[in-house]
């Protein structure tokens, strides 16, 4: 039998451990280090935390899953997903059907659960749940960050309205102003909260709060922003996302061999490429047929005539068909196609190449807490996060490519600058514009 021997400890081995152990010591007993007691949770330790949370693809419906009880988890697992995505797909439809003002009410609600759902992995991680006031911070930032960024959108479009009721003036001229008032109120609030001992783990949060609501509500404010350009400009992007998801999942099924991302092991190259070319196909049929629709290309404006929002306009060149002279090896063709039809091919490019990402730094956020999914709201899916991570991402891209190639000024926003002028301000506008429009009005 081999003789097994211990090796013995080298003098200096000894001389650091005993140095490391005593180091150890004194900063236990140090008064230097007192802002917390514990440090952040190790990896072992945010796992074992982790599993507090709910899983949304682990959980099925009783009468699914009595149902196919008897099919393997793989298969199982594709009928849920596909049950439920068209289920969500339905519903989508049917809120665009309601209009504009059920599609922004949505996007609220998607916002607030999504913040939810993020700020729930923040408390089970930091373990704060005794500490006083965090979980009412965190909602009280919310409001405040949505009062200033839908404060600005609606004076943005309705600014003319609002000013000449005359109590309403006040928030108008002062929003800026009053956001950052009640920001401050929120900042001081978490100051005063602050307990000894436990400063890292309440500091973390905060920023995790602020990281949130950067995430959430600054991109659901630019989706919103989207929907008043037109509803084509908000139906077709998420619908191209929700495309290429599904065309990826499909063609990475069936036909998945080679891994893409280490941060996603079940995404595939032939699932990524393949999703891809489906997208772009997807975004020219479904673009060309919504450009036929005053309801989806108008921009949505406030009618005081009506007084209420109008959808009905004069296409825009954006949406009048054009002729363009196409020439492959030599044959020329004419084609009327709408011009739209080619910044959709921009938006489903983005969406089948940048998009993913959304979803990659998703799951590598989740892999860091060794979670599987934010919630458990959806069947086969997880949470409203886990399906609204590419869309977040899609909806920057947007409203950037709108801003750049797409938008002129609007003569609401304007009015609503010029009413907030002085009357001499005011009044030499009117002079510049009188002598502008002379010969045009003569």
């Known amino acids: 039998m081999a003789d097994v021997r211990r090796r013995k400890p080298a003098a200096n081995e000894t001389d650091d451990a005993a140095a490391a152990t005593a180091a150890s010591s004194a900063a236990d007993s140090s008064d230097h280090v007192d802002s917390e007691e514990e440090k952040i949770p190790e990896e072992r330790v945010v796992e074992e935390l982790a599993k507090n949370l709910p899983q949304g693809t682990d959980k099925t419906p009783e009468i699914l899953d009595s149902a196919l009880k008897d099919l393997p988890d793989r298969w199982k697992n594709w009928v849920i997903r596909g049950i439920f995505t068209w289920i969500m797909i339905c519903g989508f439809a049917l809120i665009i059907y309601g209009g504009p003002l059920a599609l922004m009410i949505t996007t609220l609600l998607v916002q607030v659960k999504c913040f939810q759902e993020i700020i729930s992995i923040g408390y089970q991680v930091y373990r704060i749940h005794g500490l006083p006031w965090f979980r009412s911070l965190s909602w009280y930032f919310l409001l405040t960050s949505n009062y200033f960024f839908y404060g600005e959108h609606l004076v943005d479009y309705f600014g003319v309205?609002?000013?000449?009721?005359?109590?309403?003036?006040?928030?108008?001229?002062?929003?800026?102003?009053?956001?950052?008032?009640?920001?401050?109120?929120?900042?001081?609030?978490?100051?005063?909260?602050?307990?000894?001992?436990?400063?890292?783990?309440?500091?973390?949060?905060?920023?995790?709060?602020?990281?949130?609501?950067?995430?959430?509500?600054?991109?659901?404010?630019?989706?919103?922003?989207?929907?008043?350009?037109?509803?084509?400009?908000?139906?077709?992007?998420?619908?191209?996302?929700?495309?290429?998801?599904?065309?990826?999942?499909?063609?990475?099924?069936?036909?998945?061999?080679?891994?893409?991302?280490?941060?996603?092991?079940?995404?595939?190259?032939?699932?990524?490429?393949?999703?891809?070319?489906?997208?772009?196909?997807?975004?020219?049929?479904?673009?060309?047929?919504?450009?036929?629709?005053?309801?989806?290309?108008?921009?949505?404006?406030y009618s005081e005539e009506l007084g209420r929002m109008r959808m009905s306009c004069v296409p825009s060149y954006l949406f009048t068909p054009q002729e363009y002279s196409l020439k492959l090896f030599g044959i020329g063709k004419s084609l009327n196609i709408y011009?739209?039809?080619?910044?959709?091919?921009?938006?489903?490019?983005?969406?089948?190449?940048?998009?993913?990402?959304?979803?990659?730094?998703?799951?590598?956020?989740?892999?860091?807490?060794?979670?599987?999914?934010?919630?458990?709201?959806?069947?086969?899916?997880?949470?409203?996060?886990?399906?609204?991570?590419?869309?977040?991402?899609?909806?920057?891209?947007?409203?950037?490519?709108?801003?750049?190639?797409?938008?002129?000024?609007?003569?609401?926003?304007?009015?609503t600058q010029i009413y907030n002028l002085k009357p001499d301000q005011q009044y030499q506008i009117y002079q510049s514009l009188k002598d502008s429009l002379g010969d045009v009005l003569n």
């Open 161 to 301: 309205v609002i000013n000449r009721v005359e109590y309403l003036k006040f928030l108008v001229t002062y929003h800026r102003f009053l956001s950052f008032a009640l920001y401050i109120i929120g900042f001081v609030w978490f100051v005063l909260s602050l307990v000894k001992k436990y400063y890292i783990k309440q500091f973390s949060l905060f920023a995790w709060t602020h990281v949130s609501l950067l995430i959430v509500v600054t991109q659901s404010y630019l989706i919103i922003q989207n929907i008043f350009e037109g509803l084509i400009w908000f139906i077709v992007p998420v619908s191209m996302i929700v495309c290429n998801d599904v065309m990826a999942y499909v063609f990475g099924f069936f036909f998945g061999r080679t891994p893409l991302i280490k941060l996603s092991p079940k995404k595939t190259w032939e699932g990524f490429i393949g999703g891809g070319f489906a997208t772009v196909l997807y975004g020219i049929i479904f673009s060309y047929f919504l450009c036929n629709y005053q309801y989806f290309i108008c921009p949505i404006q």
């Open 339 to 415: 011009p739209f039809v080619w910044h959709s091919i921009s938006l489903s490019l983005f969406s089948s190449i940048i998009g993913p990402f959304g979803g990659f730094f998703a799951s590598g956020f989740k892999r860091a807490f060794k979670i599987k999914d934010f919630g458990d709201m959806i069947p086969g899916h997880g949470g409203i996060m886990d399906r609204f991570d590419c869309q977040f991402l899609m909806a920057t891209f947007v409203n950037v490519y709108i801003s750049s190639f797409i938008r002129t000024p609007s003569p609401s926003k304007l009015l």
